[in-house]
């Protein structure tokens, strides 16, 4: 194995490594020369979730990762929310057939309604004032029952 390298952008992210003995860096690639150590250490850290980075004297650093942006709480908090929804589309879907066939349906009327309740408050969650910094409403009681 030859000099190992840390490639860079503008910002000092580390973007990849090169190995002359393998690959060589590019010609104007921003690059810092480091250890086989910490070449080992970097991509450690990397795995633990830690930014990769050159520092203003050269050396390579690991950063804890950047708070989350506001677009990707919301995204996370829209998939919790959508999760919730599907756990309970077959037990609308149930009662849409079971009232389809004429038949007795297994969701009560009460039950019906609070499961009702429950999808509406869900839908509405990204209107909420402090949308994404919400709670996701409770289930209702009959679908923890027995959890």
Known sequence: MGQKY?????????AGFYDDGISPPPNGA????????QHKVLLEGQAKGKRLAINAQGEPVLLDPLPASADELANVKRAERDAALVATDWLIARHQD???????????????????????ALRDLPNAPAWPEVELPA???????GA
Do not use: H, W
């Not at 840390?6 to 580390?14: E, R």
């Not at 389809?100 to 349906?105: I, K, L, N, Y």
């Not at 289930?139 to 029952?145: L, V």
């Open 30 to 37: 921003l690059v810092a020369r480091i250890t086989s150590d």
């Open 98 to 120: 079971e009232t389809f066939a004429r038949g007795d349906t297994t969701l009560t009327q009460p039950r019906l309604d609070a499961l009702l309740a429950y999808r509406k």
């Open 139 to 145: 289930a209702p009681d009959f679908m923890t029952a």
């Open 6 to 14: 840390a490639a860079y952008d503008t910002t000092g992210a580390i």
